[in-house]
T-cell receptor, first 112, second 117 residues
Framework: GQQLNQSPQSMFIQEGEDVSMNCTSS?????WLWYKQEPGEGPVLLIALYKAGELTSNGRLTAQFGITRKDSFLNISASIPSDVGIYFC????????????FGKGTKLSVKP | GAVVSQHPSWVICKSGTSVKIECRSLDFQATTMFWYRQFPKQSLMLMAT?????????EQGVEKDKFLINHASLTLSTLTVTSAHPEDSSFYIC?????????????FGDGTRLSIL
């Protein structure tokens, strides 16, 4: 089946640093979504992207839908301790009604 | 605020027990809801798509007689893990998508931690 390659798997950074993570696919995706999951909770939607080239911000978070429609990145600027969690990319291929495919997640740790 | 509510958040029960998990959409009517399973340190894996008024669609390898899904109303889907065994212990998460407007993203419940002794 379809797979999303998400990297890095984990990151250990100092508070205040910027963070970047990305997802790639061998297939064209129609939608890219970025979620954050904290321990014992469900994923929370951070940013949704619907058009190739689209660049969207949500506070200190910025994500882009790659021009090739096969990749997306998420940047977090000036990280703070509450940014800790697992970030998942997800996307729809074959139409927006298709199943949502998840990356394997990037675990972010922030040292105060 | 939360748009999808999941209950219970935590269940511990004996092997052989059947467990029901509820998923409710709070702000919209969801003709389709989704059930995922997540093992520790792994990503979410889709188990089945719950369709209001019709049979659920199960992913390959998911036993439909083991994981019973009922979507009797536009705001409620239930997942029943029948005769649960320790290998069924996992984190189960539901999601729903507002059908109004094209390309609405899925919103997730807070998950149910199921532990079978």
């Amino acid at each position: 089946g379809q797979q999303l390659n998400q990297s890095p798997q984990s990151m250990f950074i100092q508070e205040g640093e910027d963070v970047s993570m990305n997802c790639t696919s061998s297939s064209i995706f129609n939608t890219w979504l970025w979620y954050k999951q904290e321990p014992g909770e469900g994923p929370v939607l951070l940013i949704a992207l619907y058009k190739a080239g689209e660049l969207t911000s949500n506070g200190r978070l910025t994500a882009q839908f790659g021009i090739t429609r096969k990749d997306s990145f998420l940047n977090i600027s000036a990280s703070i301790p509450s940014d800790v969690g697992i970030y998942f990319c997800a996307g729809h291929y074959g139409g927006s009604q298709g199943n949502l495919i998840f990356g394997k997640g990037t675990k972010l740790s922030v040292k105060p | 605020g939360a748009v999808v509510s999941q209950h219970p958040s935590w269940v511990i029960c004996k092997s052989g027990t059947s467990v029901k998990i509820e998923c409710r959409s709070l702000d919209f009517q969801a003709t389709t809801m989704f059930w995922y399973r997540q093992f520790p340190k792994q990503s979410l894996m889709l188990m089945a798509t719950s369709n209001e008024g019709s049979k659920a669609t199960y992913e390959q390898g998911v036993e439909k007689d083991k994981f019973l899904i009922n979507h009797a109303s536009l705001t409620l889907s239930t997942l029943t893990v029948t005769s649960a065994h320790p290998e069924d212990s996992s984190f189960y998460i539901c999601s729903a998508r507002n059908p109004r407007g094209a390309g609405q993203p899925q919103h997730f419940g807070d998950g149910t931690r199921l532990s079978i002794l």
